[in-house]
């Protein structure tokens, strides 16, 4: 069965660097998510991309994050300069249609912890 | 701002046991809710609801969406350990392209 992958599955950073958080999802799905979810907190949703460019964005997403689609398979995260409350797990997640149509698929996730 | 509330926050019961739980919220111009399980890391799609009073059923599993009371119910017949998770409830609404989860329900089941 087809599934979003998420690499790595666990990252540690110390504060102040740069983090790549990669993601391939499901093949012919043309919606892309970023979630995350704090420790004992709800998942958040941060940021969704369609047709090469960012669709909707929650005010966590600010400036210093950032999704890239490089090539046909990846979906990337960036967080330019981490801080010690970006420490959470992160989900990528796709769909085939819009969130409104149809449901979306979640990676494993990357445990991100900033020290 | 859209809301969404999930009760009760945890549940034990017994293998063989019925539970029902809950998922109320507020959405600007709702377009559909849905249920995930996490077990230990994905969530793992259940289900998709848009219409009220239109039972959604995959084996021991069912919900259903009410749009006029803002609510959906979660069932569970004849729980097994493997249930044992953590349940999450979301709504699309106006954004259109996000999910906005409630806190989930933690359900434990004992042998």
């Known amino acids: 069965e087809p599934e979003v992958t998420q690499t790595p599955s666990h990252q540690v950073t110390q504060m102040g660097q740069e983090v790549i958080l990669r993601c391939v999802p499901i093949s012919n799905h043309l919606y892309f998510y970023w979630y995350r979810q704090i420790l004992g907190q709800k998942v958040e949703f941060l940021v969704s991309f369609y047709n090469n460019e960012i669709s909707e964005k929650s005010e966590i997403f600010d400036d210093q994050f950032s999704v890239e689609r490089p090539d046909g398979s990846n979906f990337t995260l960036k967080i330019r300069s981490t801080k010690l409350e970006d420490s959470a797990m992160y989900f990528c997640?796709?769909?085939?249609?819009?969130?409104?149509?149809?449901?979306?698929?979640f990676g494993q996730g990357t445990r991100l912890t900033v020290v | 701002e859209d809301k969404v509330v999930q009760s009760p926050l945890s549940l034990v019961v017994h293998e063989g046991d019925t539970v029902t739980l809950n998922c109320s919220y507020e959405v600007t111009n709702f377009r559909s809710l849905l249920w995930y399980k996490q077990e230990k890391k994905a969530p793992t799609f259940l289900f998709m609801l848009?219409?009220?009073?239109i039972e959604k059923k995959s084996g021991r599993l069912s919900s259903i969406l009410d749009k006029k009371e803002l609510f959906s119910i979660l069932n569970i017949t004849a729980t097994q350990t493997g249930d044992s998770a953590i349940y999450l409830c979301?709504?699309?609404?106006?954004?259109?392209?996000?999910?906005?989860f409630g806190g989930g329900t933690r359900l434990m089941v004992k042998p």
């Open positions: 848009t219409s009220s009073g």
């Open positions: 997640a796709s769909s085939a249609e819009s969130a409104i149509y149809t449901e979306a698929f």
């Open positions: 979301a709504v699309v609404g106006n954004a259109g392209n996000m999910l906005t």
